[in-house]
């Protein structure tokens, strides 16, 4: 490792380091079969619950009307343990695993490059959040993100899709070069998909411009550690604001 990176890392706090020193993950292989995240009760009560997220919010009231309707008269405590933030990790799983089937790129097509995939990947998985209809609500994801006990599974998922990203992209990278990127598009990512929570413009449009900002902002300035500090500050922010809404005195 480098002394830049080393650096970069004591400077960074003591939650994200793990992001930024973890071993390079065996995360993709063509070779074996990765197991369903989630059992067969767990993702039908979650995938109700989420089509009542519009309405109702990452809440435990969504929660309830997705077992009812997906033929539990209760939710078991053992089940979901960590209550609407289990139903937000829902989504981040499974829209993660599912971005490799919402957008393919051709072999051929060899004027694509890297930087442009990642693009589209960012603006895709984005999307699947409108489709979702959980962009209205995505201020009580993030407050519930934010949470000291959920933060750690929050960082990593995360990361997870950070590195999905660039595998579907095509990037190649084995120097140090593989941990920066990564923690640079975390944090861009983040922070679009916040600025997306408060976008008001036609089709997002506004949002798509502010992630072309950010990725410019990263090719120059390459500041991988910076990013994932601000979306942090965003994600406390995101707290703080929803709580004020609803009364708290903070």
């Not at 989420?50 to 405590?77: K, M, N, R, W």
């Not at 406390?236 to 809404?245: D, E, I």
């Amino acid at each position: 490792m480098s002394p830049l990176a080393l650096r970069n890392i004591l400077r960074a706090p003591a939650a994200v380091r793990p992001l930024l020193i973890q071993p390079r993950a065996l995360y993709h292989s063509y070779e074996h079969t990765e197991p369903p995240p989630y059992r067969d009760a767990e993702s039908a009560i979650l995938s109700s619950a989420l089509s009542h997220v519009p309405l109702h919010g990452f809440t435990q009231e969504s929660l309830s009307l997705g077992a009812q309707q997906a033929g539990y008269l209760d939710i078991s405590s053992n089940l979901f343990p960590n209550g609407a933030f289990d139903l937000v990790k829902y989504h981040l799983v499974t829209q993660r695993l599912a971005l490799k089937h919402r957008i393919q790129f051709p072999n051929t097509d060899q004027k694509l490059g890297v930087g442009r995939r990642v693009r589209s990947l960012v603006l895709e998985r984005l999307r699947a959040n409108v489709d979702a209809g959980v962009v209205g609500r995505w201020q009580e994801a993030l407050a519930l993100m934010s949470l000291g006990e959920n933060l750690p599974r929050s960082l990593r998922e995360l990361s997870d899709l950070s590195d999905e990203i660039w595998f579907l992209a095509g990037d190649l990278s084995v120097d140090t070069s593989w941990y920066t990127k990564r923690a640079t598009l975390a944090g861009i990512y983040a922070a679009t998909e916040v600025y997306q929570s408060m976008d008001l413009s036609t089709e997002y449009r506004d949002t798509e411009a502010f992630l072309d900002r950010r990725l410019e902002e990263s090719r120059v300035l390459g500041s991988a550690v910076g990013n994932m500090l601000e979306w942090i500050g965003f994600q406390g922010g995101a707290m703080v604001n929803l709580l004020r809404s609803k009364g708290v005195g903070i």
